[in-house]
């Protein structure tokens, strides 16, 4: 399938009914409109929306920054528009801001039986690191946790320690 044309933005105010009915439409415990509300006005999240050619949300994504830590929240697109890059181009964005911004690692939950999801973070870069169990409900299942990590504003490679207090 071809690429949807799409522009990525910073969320605001005017797209939370969309980013709300999204959420309802993709997720069995979907956050709120208030929630979401709630994140616009947290210092420490950037929420990003994808817009089709119209202007219409077609998709999210929300990424927590706690220091050099980034925790992706939300990885939401439409069910008619996925597999046409929507995700794939979020998730490059906080790769990209991650990398600017000297992170350590992005991380986030997945339900084992999301294996498009999986397959979309491994191609980014993500691994299996843990897993949480009973994290989700309706219906209950653990979460793999996926990190990619970084360092010093490069992608970590195999021969690094994992922590700067394990090096000699």
């Not at 933005?9 to 797209?15: N, R, S």
């Amino acid at each position: 399938m071809e690429q949807l044309p799409i522009q990525i933005v910073p969320m605001t105010a005017d797209h939370l009914d969309q980013v709300a009915d999204l959420e309802r439409v993709c997720f069995s415990a979907p956050w709120s409109r208030n929630m979401l509300a709630e994140e616009l006005d947290n210092a420490c999240a950037a929420f990003l929306v994808a817009l089709d050619g119209e202007g219409a949300v077609v998709g999210y994504a929300g990424l927590q920054v706690i220091l050099d830590e980034g925790y992706i929240t939300n990885v939401a697109v439409r069910p008619e528009c996925r597999k046409r890059g929507v995700a794939s181009r979020l998730l490059q964005v906080f790769v990209d801001f991650a990398l600017g911004n000297s992170l350590a690692f992005l991380t986030l939950e997945v339900r084992p039986s999301n294996t498009a999801a999986i397959v979309l973070y491994g191609r980014h870069g993500f691994r299996t690191m843990g897993r949480r169990k009973n994290y989700y409900e309706h219906p209950r299942e653990d979460a793999l946790i996926m990190t990619r990590e970084f360092t010093n504003g490069t992608e970590r490679t195999d021969a690094e320690p994992a922590a700067e207090g394990l090096r000699s």
